[in-house]
């Protein structure tokens, strides 16, 4: 089953408009130079209580496990609210689009550690491993993780992440997936925890727990469940502000960020569990000092288009 393209992953179905056509969850360390516009493509808008099923396919070990779920249970905890800068108050700029927030719950997790599909796989392998966990509640999306022996079509040449939808019988149902990207190719998709793949070569941060391709995978997770906008769409609410973490970010520096003193860890976000997290810059549609801006938490980005 092909992706439809016309239909949104979750909450804001908005794209960004540019001549260019890069891919929606492409992560490239440029800046943005063309002033976006920003559409609302008319699809259905889901929201409300919103349950993320997790397909793990590969080897995750249990560490990996829970810094993923606890990363999704913080999106909208009001336990991990309490701190600041938090991942919930990241999440919560999504309610400045079409529809507003959505709170977030872990459902069903199912585990493929016996690689049903191989350890090269096709989108339409995805898609078949994303009904795996089951379908048909309306407000519920399923997302595929891939382990770091796993290929799959695009991983690192154009994208590090993606999203759509396949029609069951005479509904649409939303997927996503991210992979690890440690031992393929952590330059591009796992910056900038690791040596970017072009632009500056400054210093890589150090990963906010201690695994490189995993907290990758949380920024690209971040990146393509606030994703919107239908396949062709160039820019999405957090691809426009790509490469941007923290204040003063430009092409292969992430800006300033927070660092732990004790780990040396770097991070913008807290959630639960007292995980810290590095989430990327979301675009803020009509933003009251400036038309549009960029913002990653509470360390706001002067990077205007």
Not at 271 to 284: C, F, Q, S, T, V
Request: net charge positive; proline share 6%; charged share 15%.
């Amino acid at each position: 089953m092909a992706p439809i393209p016309s239909f949104s992953l979750l909450f804001l179905l908005f794209s960004f408009a540019f001549p260019s056509s890069s891919s929606a969850t492409t992560r490239k360390l440029s800046a943005v130079e063309q002033q976006p516009i920003l559409k609302y493509h008319n699809g259905a808008l889901l929201k409300g209580n919103m349950t993320v099923n997790l397909i793990w396919y590969g080897k995750f070990s249990s560490t990996q496990h829970s810094i993923i779920v606890d990363f999704l249970n913080s999106l909208s905890s009001l336990k991990s609210a309490s701190s600041s800068p938090s991942v919930s108050s990241w999440w919560k700029t999504t309610g400045k689009y079409k529809g507003g927030s959505s709170s977030v719950v872990v459902g069903k997790q199912t585990i493929d550690e016996k690689y049903s599909f191989g350890k090269a796989l096709k989108t339409s392998q995805l898609t078949a491993l994303a009904l795996k966990a089951g379908y048909g509640h309306g407000n519920a999306v399923n997302v595929v993780l891939t382990s770091a022996d796993v290929a799959v079509d695009g991983f690192c040449m154009s994208r590090c992440g993606t999203h759509g939808s396949v029609r069951v019988k005479k509904s649409r149902f939303p997927y996503a997936w991210v992979g690890n990207s440690v031992s393929q190719c952590p330059g591009y998709c796992a910056w900038p925890f690791h040596q970017p793949v072009y632009g500056s070569q400054t210093p890589p941060l150090v990963a906010p727990n201690g695994d490189v391709g995993v907290d990758g995978m949380v920024i690209n997770l971040a990146t393509v469940l606030a994703g919107t906008g239908p396949a062709e769409a160039p820019l999405e609410a957090v691809s426009a502000c790509t490469g941007i973490f923290g204040k003063g970010a430009y092409p292969g520096y992430p800006g300033e960020v927070l660092v732990d003193k004790t780990t040396g860890a770097s991070y913008n976000a807290v959630g639960g569990n007292g995980r810290k997290y590095l989430l990327p810059a979301m675009w803020i549609p009509k933003h009251r000092l400036a038309k549009h801006f960029c913002e990653a938490t509470k360390l706001k980005v002067a990077m205007h288009a």
